[in-house]
């Protein structure tokens, strides 16, 4: 089993879905690769995208076609500005005309050439796309690629963890590993990982790479606190995190994000107040991510608000530090490695357990275990997190990453925070349930689940309130 940086669970990403948009996206540009090193590219005279299984069903809601879009353009999803995509997308329905890779201009009609199979599905995975390169000789190029969820692109031969394969010093592929391997070195949790992840970068990397991650967390939280209006695609769903922030500060002015995290650090620790703080943080970093905003991933971008809530949390009401923040992100990161090895983080295979569930549990463990707390409790707080999400089903409403998503993300650090609490006054002895026992639980979970409620917008919420996914 191959070992996964923490970075690859937690890394900068673009909304609304890491699955349905980032997987597209890199699989576009992985094509654009294919074709660079075959040096066929010269040769291209029409490109055609099937989209298959779940890509298909909410891919419109989730912006599939989009992604793909960018990517063929040769764009980066790290660094595009966001607020070019709308115009970019309908330059090319506009012209018929697609510019690959900044480099040729090619024929393009986007309601011929994006191709949606809503009644075929690929038996490698869920999110299954092919992408069909039509050559001036007649020849055609074709390439199947899998969008794993939180980013992750594999074809059926290799993938995106193999090409970055390493092999740590001491592996943890399952919980008792972190246990076993603490146990015998005499360290924190966060200290054997500092040691694995220097497999990839020096620990200065490293530091730098948390820090990078926390700068963008803030970043998007202050955007989306200060963001009024409605989410794009189509259900009119009104942004509510600023309005919240507003009610919340009661007149109070800031002028940066570091004046209002300031304001936020000298609050009176009111349960109810702090409690309307996280569910603003968690609803701000999800109504930036459902309007194609830059979010951290973690693990994926429907949940994406979980962790960011609970740091955020973290710093302004425990004022934690700047070790304990790269502490939290590395932990966090880790925890998330576990259910990508041994599970799934996607919700095309196991369901809203598979990206809230981890999330939740990821925080859970990371806050813990920035509070100096013992190895074992930082494997009870994840374990508690994700009991407590198992059978979670994926039913978005016009296959939009808005209802139910961005709410489930408010509950989501809540019960991270509360799985932490729980843990700090527990004696992990005494509990019955190992997270290595969860994980495995969720994963037969998925595996049992209707294929209706993963992430399909035909079973749940989405067939409850019907809504005409292509006008989304």
């Given amino acids: 089993m191959e070992s996964i940086s923490a970075f690859e669970i937690i890394k900068v990403g673009i909304g609304p879905s890491s699955s349905h948009t980032m997987g597209p996206w890199k699989a576009a540009n992985m094509f ?21 299984g779940s890509l298909a069903k909410t891919g419109h809601g989730h912006g599939t076609d989009v992604a793909v879009l960018m990517g063929l353009l040769g764009e980066d999803f790290t660094q595009i500005d966001t607020n070019t995509i709308p115009e970019k997308v309908e330059q090319i329905k506009r012209d018929k005309s697609l510019f690959v890779d900044k480099t040729r201009h090619l024929p393009f009609d986007y309601n011929t050439d994006i191709v949606f199979e809503y009644k075929i599905a690929l038996p490698y995975h869920a999110n299954g796309m092919l992408f069909k390169a039509i050559l001036t000789t007649g020849e055609t190029i074709e390439q199947k690629y899998y969008s794993l969820g ?53 620990k ?15 970043d998007c939280i202050y955007r989306g606190i200060n963001k009024e209006g409605e989410l794009p695609g189509g259900l009119h769903v009104k942004r509510r995190a600023a309005e919240l922030n507003k009610k919340l500060l009661n007149g109070r002015a800031y002028h940066s994000a570091e004046e209002w995290m300031a304001i936020l650090r000298n609050e009176t620790q009111d349960f109810t107040k702090v409690n309307k703080w996280i569910t603003c943080f968690a609803l701000a970093v999800n109504e930036e991510n459902a309007s194609f905003g830059r979010i951290i991933t973690a693990p ?18 425990l004022k934690f530090n700047d070790d304990q923040i790269i502490r939290f992100i590395i932990t966090a990161g880790e925890i998330g490695t576990l259910f990508k090895k041994n599970a799934t983080i996607s919700a095309a295979m196991g369901g809203c357990q598979a990206e809230i569930g981890v999330s939740s549990a990821m925080a859970a463990a990371a806050l813990t275990e920035a509070q100096g707390s013992t190895p074992e409790q930082v494997l009870m707080a994840a374990e508690i997190a994700m009991e407590h999400h198992l059978g979670l089903t994926c039913d978005p409403i016009g296959g939009l990453v808005q209802i139910p998503c961005i709410e489930r993300n408010s509950m989501g650090a809540i019960k991270a925070i509360t799985a932490s609490n ?39 919420l989405a067939a409850a309130i019907p809504v005409n996914i292509a006008e989304c």
Avoid at 300 to 317: D, E, K, S
Avoid at 429 to 449: G, Y
Wanted: hydrophobic share 40%.
């Fill in 300 to 317: 994926t971008n429907g949940a994406a608000g979980v962790i960011p809530a609970v740091l955020m949390y973290a710093y302004c009401f």
């Fill in 32 to 52: 654009l690769a294919e074709l660079h090193k075959q040096t066929r590219l010269t040769e291209l005279s029409r490109i055609i995208v099937y989209l298959y």
């Fill in 422 to 460: 729980i843990s700090l006054e527990s004696d992990p002895k005494a509990a019955k349930v190992s997270l290595d026992a969860v994980i495995k639980s969720m994963w037969d979970t998925a595996r049992d689940m209707n294929t209706k409620y993963k992430e399909t917008s035909e079973g749940g």
């Fill in 150 to 202: 939180g980013g992750f692109v594999a074809t059926e031969n290799e993938n995106s963890i193999t090409q970055n394969a390493i092999v740590t010093p001491y592996p943890c592929h399952q919980a008792h590993a972190i246990t076993e391997n603490c146990a015998k070195l005499g360290l924190r949790v966060s200290d054997l990982i500092y040691l694995n992840e220097q497999a990839w970068r020096k």
């Fill in 204 to 218: 200065e990397a490293i530091d730098a790479q948390a820090m990078l991650i926390w700068s963008e967390i803030k």
